[in-house]
């Protein structure tokens, strides 16, 4: 006997089928799709907080940062650069804001590439240019890592009481960059400095002297003319060199027709420049001989007279 099947029945239960199959396929999709993304939300999040936490616990310190001058229009940074974090550390990025006579500049380097692994120290030498830059006024600068942190450029400030505020007076000077400059119509050559303790008779000079302002009462020095630089030679008696503090525009040019009173910030550095009265060389009757050189500081402090006199490097002249 012969079964007649009814296929309307047959297809809906293969439709029907088909649909659970659809149905089913299409709810693990969604599923798979959100576990994906919740999964990768979850991790952004953990790294998120990862490259928060890192940033937080990292740790780099600098010293001994130098500012000096080797070309027209560049500043070069000498710094000592330490991770003092628990993470590895990189440097991307330095600037530098250079401050002149009521005019600020700044310039940056983004070419950096300095890595530090923890208590890792690293000595590093950093160009910057700056447009129309000069020894005069003063420095300062920060170094930017590729986590974004922003790390100040710190000058190694050695401050003993005994030998400044409470001692001598209320300013110090730069032994290790004191300069000069020969001087050539009135003008100075900024990117051609020499170290002051050999100088040439016979050839004018100008001589430059990075100096600090750490009064204990934090007050503001301003130097008058009358300041100035005088050497002493022990083996012709009675013999002397004088040079007069002067000022010296962002061009190198020496103002000689007037001077102007030059300040001094509590904490803030300065090249004050000194040239000689008269005849700008030192004579040449005294090559071969050592010189005492002292620093006389003449002015006001908060509108008080002050006075200091700084007995503090000695010089050579040859030929």
Do not use: C
Not at 186 to 200: I, M, Y
């Amino acid at each position: 006997m012969l079964v007649k099947m009814n296929n309307k029945g047959v297809s809906s239960v293969i439709g029907s089928i088909f649909l659970v199959l659809t149905v089913l396929l299409v709810s693990s999709s969604v599923f798979l799709l959100n576990l994906v993304q919740s999964a990768r939300y979850n991790q952004a999040v953990q790294d998120l907080r990862q490259t928060d936490a890192d940033r937080f616990t990292e740790r780099i310190g600098t010293s001994y940062a130098k500012y000096s001058i080797p070309e027209a229009g560049t500043v070069q940074v000498n710094v000592t650069i330490s991770n003092e974090g628990p993470v590895s550390a990189q440097i991307i990025t330095a600037w530098v804001l250079w401050v002149a006579e009521g005019e600020t500049k700044y310039g940056y380097n983004t070419t950096l590439n300095i890595n530090l692994n923890p208590a890792q120290t690293l000595p590093a030498t950093i160009p910057v240019a700056i447009s129309g830059v000069s020894s005069t006024g003063s420095f300062s600068g920060w170094l930017i890592t590729a986590r974004g942190n922003a790390i100040s450029l710190e000058k190694e400030q050695i401050v003993v009481h005994s030998q400044v505020s409470e001692g001598i007076g209320s300013v110090m000077m730069d032994f290790d960059n004191f300069k000069y400059y020969n001087e050539e119509g009135g003008v100075l050559n900024f990117s051609d400095s020499k170290l002051a303790f050999t100088v040439h008779s016979g050839e004018p000079i100008v001589f430059a002297a990075f100096l600090s302002n750490y009064d204990l009462k934090r007050r503001t020095l301003t130097l008058h003319s009358h300041s100035l630089l005088w050497a002493y030679f022990p083996k012709s008696p009675g013999t002397k060199a004088i040079w007069d503090i002067v000022n010296v525009d962002s061009n190198g040019t020496i103002i000689e027709d007037t001077y102007t009173p030059i300040t001094l910030a509590y904490g803030e550095s300065k090249w004050i420049f000194f040239g000689k009265s008269g005849e700008n060389s030192i004579s040449v009757a005294l090559k071969y001989q050592s010189g005492a050189v002292n620093l006389i500081l003449l002015g006001k402090i908060d509108g008080q007279d002050y006075g200091q006199n700084l007995p503090f490097v000695s010089i050579y002249v040859t030929d």
